[in-house]
Every structure is written in C-alpha cells, then in structure tokens.
C-alpha cells in the first residue's frame, strides 16, 4: 500500500517567519494531495490540497508545491502567526483503491 | 449545513467493556470512513463504506471490532471487549464522491481504564 513520509515532526518559528513541511509518498498511481489542520482536541481540517497534473498551489499565506518525479510535495507557510500552531498532517490519495494515506504530523509552534 | 456529527464525543471505560461509537455523515455524502488516529500519530483507515457496502474493511481488527452502515446514511463502530491499547480517537469523515476530498467529525476520545 501507500506509504507517506513526513519531516520534520516538530517545528518552531518565530511569529512572522516562514515555515515548510515536507512528505514523500511511495505509489506513483498517488494523484491528491490534501493538507489537513489539527488543533488540539478539533477535527482535522482540509487547508489546501493539490491535484497531480498541477505543480504548486497557493492560498493566501499558503502554498504546497508538488514534484511527482521525485514524489514529494510540500507546505510552505508564510508570515506565520500563534494562530499557525497547530499539528499539519499531509495526506496522499490513492485512485486505484480509494484510500487517503496520512503522514504522523507535524506540530508547528509559532511563538510571539 | 451541518458537517460530520460523531458520539460521544468522550467515553472512559474498564477494559473488557464495550463501547459503541455513532457517526452521522454530511447529508448527500454516500462514502463514509473510519480511521483510528493514536496520540502523536496521523489518521489509519479501520474500513470505508460505500452507501451500506464496507468495500475497505482490511485494516478493522474483526475479532473485536465491528461495524455497520445498515441504511447506508449513519454508521456504528463496536468494540467487544476493549483492550487498554484501544485508547485513541476515532474519527469519522465523509466524502460526495471518491476524489479524497475527506470531512471529518470531531472524533470519539476512547479511554481504557
């Protein structure tokens, strides 16, 4: 099955720098990437997602870039905020079977 | 429109008890999940419904878990007997079509005492 890979698992910044997190996938047939928000006790959140036939994405203070040769793609979070600090799971669908893989997180700390 | 409704949202029981879990999906939404997400750890898929058809349930531990989407809208998540390493979340989520567009409820917080 799929496999996804995500680094680093904790990440502290200060409040106004960037942030990225970074997931590799193994299944090439792999062909959504969502980013999904999880505060602490709440549901986790969709905040941007990327298709496979598109290379980078971006929302505001938020972008993802995908490299499917390399089969990795990544979150960048730009003028982070305390709000940001959240655990950041990607995710990786796979069409063939239906079936969304999670990465094990990243917790960001944004500090003031 | 009201999103993934799970209950109860907390539940601490002895080990060996049961414990049922209830979902009630986005309406219109006919796939339903259920993943298991352990403390520090991302979303596992315990079984994926199809309407009322579990067409994913390769990851449900069958001899104590179960679980059912009789008329193909909420679903029920059992476990008989709980075992201490069943603490964790379980959550539920839902999705229109197969494109992995997933909603998810607030989850279910198992404690085994």
């Known amino acids: 099955g799929e496999n996804v890979e995500q680094h680093p698992s904790t990440l502290s910044v200060q409040e106004g720098d960037s942030a990225v997190i970074k997931c590799t996938y193994s299944?090439?047939?792999?062909?959504?990437f969502p980013w999904y928000k999880q505060e602490l006790g709440k549901r986790p959140q969709l905040i941007i997602d990327?298709?496979?036939?598109?290379g980078e994405k971006k929302d505001q203070r938020i972008a993802v870039t995908l490299n499917k040769t390399a089969k990795h793609f990544s979150l960048h979070i730009t003028e982070t905020q305390p709000e940001d600090s959240a655990v950041y799971f990607c995710?990786?669908?796979?069409?063939?079977?239906?079936?969304?893989?999670f990465g094990k997180g990243t917790m960001l700390l944004v500090s003031p | 429109e009201a999103g993934v409704v799970q209950s109860p949202r907390y539940k601490i029981i002895e080990k060996k008890q049961p414990v049922a879990f209830w979902c009630n999906p986005i309406?219109?939404?006919?796939?339903l999940y259920w993943y298991l997400q352990n403390l520090g750890q991302g979303p596992e898929l315990l079984i994926r419904?199809?309407?009322?058809?579990?067409?994913?349930d390769s990851q449900l531990p069958k001899d104590r878990f179960s679980a059912e989407r009789l008329k193909g809208v909420d679903s029920t998540l059992k476990i008989q007997p709980a075992e201490l390493g069943d603490s964790a979340v379980y959550l539920c989520?839902?999705?229109?079509?197969?494109?992995?567009?997933?909603?998810f409820g607030e989850g279910s917080r198992l404690t085994v005492l």
């Open positions: 990327i298709r496979s036939n598109v």
């Open positions: 299944d090439s047939a792999s062909n959504y």
């Open positions: 309406s219109g939404h006919n796939t």
């Open positions: 419904y199809e309407n009322e058809e579990a067409v994913d």
């Open positions: 995710a990786a669908w796979h069409s063939g079977y239906s079936t969304l893989t």
């Open positions: 989520a839902s999705s229109l079509k197969l494109t992995g567009e997933l909603f």
